[in-house]
């Protein structure tokens, strides 16, 4: 029977998708990069300006609360709630009624966040004691001035992540790609110009907390003139609408989604207050550790879940199951060709890596060691943080909000329960390992949960190149320990020979990694060749 010509193009719509999905995800792996490293700049500043005890420890825990709704909206719940309404009113309705949805979006964001900022504001110190509970009185006092300072940056980033939404929906994701790195830009220029000020540690941590402001305006500002391109208009007047079924139907998903995707930020909350018992410097080793960790969850993660989720979004709605489990398997296994050596890296090369770009000023060898301590903690969950961002998407995709809950419920309960039985004994690497435990336990129920809605999903289309990345990582994993214990018995302490220390092992492990896995024949690693010679 001869084929219609829907069904001759339906292979061809498909590979178009995937060339897409591919293109996009490219495109903001590489700002996702731009603006992780520049993220690892602005940490190595910072480190140098006020290093790793009370202040640093005051500053960060001050930040929690406005850099988890940052990380909640940006990279959870909004996107994934406001992106599949966002395009369904476009493809319903028109492109004026998706640019009238985000209007009200940001409306009621504004609001909001604006309250909760305010009360921050005017009753600092529950925040403290909620992130810091073991903050000496001079240095919980510290802590509750720069939260005060800091909280007006949540209703800026909420009119941000609504246009990075906006954008991202609408495959222009260039802008919302660089928004993150205009906030570590403002952050870098006024770091510098403390250091080169050279004040007293209290005045460069004030300093800090007024660039944590203006870099959340400079994230709005670069996405402004795209959006007025595309054609959208904001609103002078609030324009809450909340009986809009748009809106409605955003806030019916967000309200699940928040904690759907708050597992990761959650726990290190909840870290940052059992970190506040150790000692001054703990909340600090772990935030470094953590840093370096985002970065492979930052570029691989993030990046393949963004742009996977329109297309998630469009099969949901079509109700095209197989494109559906076929772009999630994809997505996975580019995450796990990515993550799983990245995580061989951190472990055996925590304490180069951190000696190269942290150990400067007020950085001392003794903090080296203990950052690298945690990031092998963190290390341990860096496969399932990064499986989660491209895994939890898909059900806000389909609608189905409450697995996403009982997966960051059971994650969070994990980490308590951990901490609180090893808390004493293993202090703040046991705390970054119980991260680790919430994140395989968050990515365990949602890859589970995904099989039983949707079959074939855990298959020999996933399980094979799996098997394959690990063959692959354990050539590589010995490679780097022969490389980096020899490298570590020559003498010298400079920036040069700790550049050496650090970046040799690195080069020898990618080559060895892709060597392996060009040789086992795995598809990832031909195509991401083929990107990078062309």
Not at 433 to 443: E, P, Y
Request: aromatic fraction near 8%.
């Amino acid at each position: 029977m001869a084929e219609t010509p829907a069904q001759a193009s339906a292979p061809a719509a498909k590979e178009d998708r995937g060339a897409r999905l591919a293109s996009g995800a490219r495109r903001l792996s590489a700002l996702t990069m731009l603006s992780r490293l520049l993220g690892l700049v602005r940490e190595q500043v910072f480190a140098v300006t006020l290093g790793a005890g009370a202040y640093s420890d005051a500053f960060l825990a001050a930040f929690r609360i406005p850099n988890l709704l940052r990380d909640l909206f940006a990279e959870g719940a909004l996107s994934t709630a406001f992106v599949p309404t966002y395009v369904a009113t476009l493809r319903q309705n028109s492109r004026a009624a998706a640019f009238a949805l985000a209007n009200r979006v940001m409306s009621t964001l504004t609001i909001y966040l604006g309250l909760v900022a305010l009360v921050a504001m005017v009753f600092p110190d529950p925040v403290v004691r909620l992130v810091a509970t073991g903050f000496s009185p001079e240095k919980a006092a510290l802590c509750a001035t720069l939260v005060q300072i800091m909280m007006p940056f949540l209703p800026a980033i909420s009119l941000a992540v609504v246009a990075m939404g906006a954008l991202n929906a609408e495959e222009k994701y260039t802008a919302p790609g660089l928004a993150s790195s205009m906030f570590n830009l403002v952050a870098i220029a006024g770091g510098i110009a403390v250091w080169v000020w050279g004040p007293s540690p209290r005045v460069a941590v004030m300093t800090w907390a007024a660039l944590t402001l203006v870099g959340g305006v400079a994230q709005l500002a670069i996405q402004v003139p795209p959006l007025f391109k595309m054609g959208f208009r904001p609103h002078l007047l609030p324009d809450l609408a909340l009986r809009d079924p748009g809106t409605r139907r955003i806030a019916a998903l967000m309200a699940p989604a928040t904690l759907g995707v708050a597992a990761v930020q959650i726990n290190v909350v909840v870290n940052s207050s059992f970190a506040s018992l150790i000692s001054d410097g703990a909340l600090s080793w772990l935030s470094y550790a953590f840093r370096l960790m985002q970065l492979p969850i930052g570029v691989f993660g993030v990046a393949v879940g963004t742009t996977a989720l329109t297309h998630l979004s469009r099969d949901a709605a079509a109700q095209d199951w197989d494109s559906m489990r076929s772009t999630l398997q994809r997505g996975l296994r580019m995450v796990l060709f990515l993550t799983v050596p990245s995580t061989v890296g951190l472990a055996l090369l925590g304490v180069p890596i951190i000696r190269l770009i942290y150990e400067h000023g007020r950085f001392s060898p003794h903090a080296t060691l203990e950052t690298a301590r945690a990031l092998s903690g963190y290390a341990i969950g860096l496969v399932a943080y990064a499986a989660i961002k491209v895994v939890a998407p898909a059900f806000y995709a389909l609608g189905r909000t409450r697995v996403p809950l009982i997966a960051s419920v059971s994650a969070v309960a994990a980490n308590l329960i951990w901490n609180l039985l090893t808390f004493r004994r293993f202090g703040h690497v046991g705390l970054a390992v119980g991260t680790s435990i919430a994140a395989l336990v968050n990515a365990g129920v949602l890859i589970y949960a995904f099989e039983q809605r949707i079959r074939g999903f855990v298959s020999r289309e996933l399980l094979v190149p799996f098997a394959k990345i690990l063959v692959a990582a354990c050539v590589m994993a010995a490679a780097v320990w022969v490389t980096t214990s020899r490298l570590e018995l020559l003498p010298g302490h400079g920036t040069a020979d700790s550049a050496i220390k650090a970046l040799v092992p690195i080069v020898v492990g990618v080559g060895v990694y892709f060597i392996v896995a060009r040789a086992l024949r795995m598809q990832e690693a031909v195509t991401l060749l083929k990107r990078f010679r062309h």
